[in-house]
């Protein structure tokens, strides 16, 4: 059955700082990914997707992620933290039949000065 | 690029009321649109997936009677909850999808029934 993973409900990081969110699925066929984040009361925002091609990913507001196979994983990388980066993360599998996504748990990211 | 929009972004309605919750993809024409509910703190919950023009799929669990979904054209799905309880106080998203294994979120509709 196809599930993902998010090991982390929240972390806390330094502004400034590096961030890696991580993100494992199970998926039997190769796995649409995509990484959300979600700011209180408000909708999801897309950050990134991987359909197929190289695969690390450049998305939006200098979020990168990198699909492993091998590992099963898709973890999201930030260099360097702003505080307006505070807010939840969701990693979700788009299946390639039916098009339904499969949500992780999401991550609390807090970031403090 | 695509966006989805749903009315109204807040609603408060009395116990055993109905309420209706719109979801319009904007720009693009949906073939399916699906139904989420989240809790505090929570994770997205599938709640149903709808084509246009057919009855929608409820996952298992989602009371479809009290969740009446419609999904009248490529651009329009809705939500009715009826009856509403307290316990059916959430933050509902629904999300449309324009055939490229790529779903785009609504802005969210916060429930609260009194």
């Known amino acids: 059955a196809q599930s993902v993973t998010q090991p982390d409900i929240h972390i806390t990081v330094s502004e400034g700082a590096s961030l890696e969110l991580r993100c494992n699925y199970s998926y039997g066929a190769t796995p649409y990914l995509f990484w959300y984040v979600q700011s209180p009361g408000q909708g999801l925002q897309l950050l990134l997707k991987?359909?197929?091609?190289?695969?690390l990913v450049q998305g939006i507001k200098g979020f990168e992620a990198e699909f492993k196979r091998s590992q099963s994983s898709f973890n999201l990388r930030k260099p360097s933290v702003h505080w307006s980066d505070a807010a939840e993360y969701f990693c979700?599998?788009?299946?390639?039949?039916?098009?339904?996504?499969?949500f992780g748990t999401g991550t609390s990211l807090t970031v403090i000065p | 690029g695509a966006v989805v929009s749903q009315h109204p972004s807040r609603v408060i309605c009395k116990s055993g009321t109905s309420v209706k919750i719109e979801c319009r993809s904007l720009d693009f024409q949906a073939t399916t649109m699906f139904w989420y509910r989240q809790f505090p703190k929570q994770s997205l919950m599938l709640m149903a997936t709808?084509?246009?023009?057919?009855?929608?799929?409820?996952e298992q669990g989602v009371e479809k009677d009290k969740f009446l979904i419609n999904h009248a054209s490529l651009t329009l799905s809705t939500l009715t909850v009826t009856s509403a309880h307290p316990e059916d106080s959430s933050f509902y998203i629904c999300?449309?999808?324009?055939?490229?294994?790529?779903?785009?979120f609504g802005p969210g509709t916060r429930l609260t029934v009194t």
């Open positions: 709808s084509n246009e023009g057919s009855k929608a799929t409820y």
């Open positions: 999300s449309a999808d324009d055939s490229t294994y790529e779903q785009y």
């Open positions: 991987y359909f197929s091609g190289d695969t």
């Open positions: 979700a599998v788009g299946a390639n039949t039916g098009n339904q996504f499969y």
